[in-house]
């Protein structure tokens, strides 16, 4: 082993993880929160001050947000074997909190363990938030939150974040919403559900990331944002409705509602828009019922049940899932696809997304044949399906070369062969 090699080894070895914490910046920042570590000087248990380290892409990223202070800690031996850490923090455990602007200086970045504990000047990161050079001069999706006149009073890390995400829509590659998007899931008020309904409706849809954020937000704010969200399903405007239909695909959403109730609501929202006067709205809507999955009595009309004999497969593919709990036999029409439809599963109604979604193992088979397919991509996204349902990464490109899918081919058979012997397992053990 080499020795920056065994450095990097004690260094992970003396530090740990962290259960949660809190930094307070004077922006929202456009690394991942995810992607910090930090350093206690001169210890965790009797620390002075903070020192943040970035690790993974925000590493190759964002070296401009280190202080000149941090940039040198982090590039000192000596230094960082005076200090505690590394420690990571439980994955989406890092609080963001915005610092009020001073009059004349910026306030200083602090760090805290908990959210009322004592704070710590987090002394690694700069006060001022660094140039971003993917930025155009001039963000047009500004325009509409520039001129908003805020109805309803909400606090100010709020009216932040939602600049934030509008700013996002434009630039490509952003990853900062997700910071703001966090924000506003921790900043849950009335006057923020209003907000974020209200911003919904009256915002243009030419940046559509905004109404995706501020729907999946309040979705999850407790049934006051879940009911916001079904209310919104009757906008006038078709994009507005088709953002909502998309929206109620995803499972998250309304989990603070008993799942019964959850379920009744959902599929009641759905059902109004697949009766829709707009084709995008129905087939966005029959596509989030594809996720939910119908159960007895939902669909006494069979109005569901029409898609399966639909023009478009990816029609069929997304009724038959639906029903595919209630009916066996479109359980065995999407397996048929896979087994003996020769195009890329993504040509079929997305099939591979549906397949991961509900987990429906028996294809394994067939999609590990599929990487013998001389068509590449046909090769990529069965791959691609195969690396979620197992949880096994293996790159296999557009370019890559045949020992990619030998390879490929040797791991996902020997992970089936794993899963079929549990399979026999638990069913002895049942009988």
Known sequence: MQADERSSVNEMTRGGVLDGCVIELPYIPDFLLDDLRFWFVPSRDECREVYHELVGRSAENWSTYYSKKGWNFIHDPAARDAAEGPFSVRPGEVELDILEPGRIFAPKPRFSFERGGPSYPLVSIEKRRPINPWKPQFIRALEFIRKYEWPYPVSRRAQAAIWEIEECGEIAGSTSWINAESLLLRSDSENL??????????????????????????????????????????????????AVAKALGDPSLGEAIEPDERHRLRIETLFLLLEDEDPAVRSAALRSMANEGLREGDDPEGKVAAFVSAPEISHRVWAARALSDLDEEQRKFLIGLVKEDPRPLTDLGELGEIIVESKLYDVVPYLIQRLKSEDRQVVIDAAEVLQKLSGIEIEVTAAGADEEKREALRQYNRWWEEIKRERRQKKLGDE
């Open 193 to 242: 559900r209003k907000t974020l309904s209200d911003i919904f409706y009256n915002r243009p849809e030419t940046y559509p990331l905004g109404s995706q954020v501020y729907l999946r937000v309040l979705g999850r704010l407790g049934r006051e944002g879940f009911e916001a969200l079904l209310e919104l399903a009757r906008h006038p405007i078709t994009r507005k409705r088709v």
